[in-house]
């Protein structure tokens, strides 16, 4: 199945040696929204391992996971009980309350209004004994990312990329937002690498219903972070580590640069040929590549 992926990607499964099945952890797993590794997944060349506990959600992961997939009901944090607030729209459940105010100030009627409240326990990924060596960790639980991080730093050691909502505009009470996320990760060795996506939304005014939504959205909310293990160490990354953060990179979240780094280091260390670098610039797309220059 490959051979649906761009040929970037085709080339590093193809010249690359990897030491296992590239592992991804999904926190959050809820389905709402296409995950940036779902080609990958589709082509067969990656595991996934999930975590959802709003029940409609994880019951729909497992009427649709493949059989690289494993989905746990479980809320994962620090490993404390926790009290998970049920919103009105699926999207922003969480177990922080809502900030009205900041909620007033980009969002629509209801935004504020949680269904209910459900008393959970949580997991700290650190104390599962079974959890998977891994490379990504993808999280987006509104809110409570900093306790997930604080859970698993025994494992966490060992992967080479983090991806993350970030908050700049408030929406719930005491969420660590964008700063302290940012201090979390650099402190357990990560560095912000790219965004793949922020999101704006209007502010509320008087004069809304004429304005076309899309282009007055004037303030940011959040989006999705790509952190990275800093680059700054590569010398103590092992060979696994390279070329699974390279696949990522190149199939998860489009760093062509970051590909070619991690390739070179590869050729100073003697794992692969040295024409490589250039051969995978042979296979980017035409459009980013200054023309008239041999490899």
Known sequence: ???????????????????????????????INVPPYADLLKSGNCRVVGF????SAFAELQKT????????????????????RIYRSSGLTSIFEPDA?????????????????????????????????????????QGGENLVFAGAERVLARAVCVIVELRYHRLYRDEPMLGGVDNELRRQGFALHRFMFNKSLPLANSQKARLRPRRVADQLVDGDAVYIRDLTGIAAFTDGQIVH???LASAVFESHSLVLH????????????????????????EGLKVSGIPG
């Open 262 to 285: 991690l390739l070179d280091e590869l050729v100073r260390r003697g794992k692969v040929a040295g024409n490589l670098p250039a051969g995978y610039v042979d296979a980017m797309p």
């Open 65 to 84: 996971k493949s059989e690289n997939e494993i989905y746990f009901p479980h809320a994962v944090g620090n490993g404390d009980p926790a009290t998970l």
């Open 52 to 55: 959802e506990p709003q029940p």
């Open 245 to 247: 953060l390279a696949l």
């Open 101 to 141: 105010a900041g909620m007033q100030l980009v969002g629509g009627p209801g935004w504020a209004r949680v269904k209910a409240e459900v008393g959970m326990e949580t997991v700290a990924l650190d104390a599962l004994p079974d959890l998977p060596e891994f490379d990504l960790l993808k999280i987006d639980i």
């Open 1 to 31: 199945m490959s051979g649906d992926l761009p040929e970037t990607i085709r080339f590093l499964l193809r010249e690359l040696s990897f030491p296992r099945k590239t592992t991804i952890i999904d926190v959050g797993a809820n389905p």
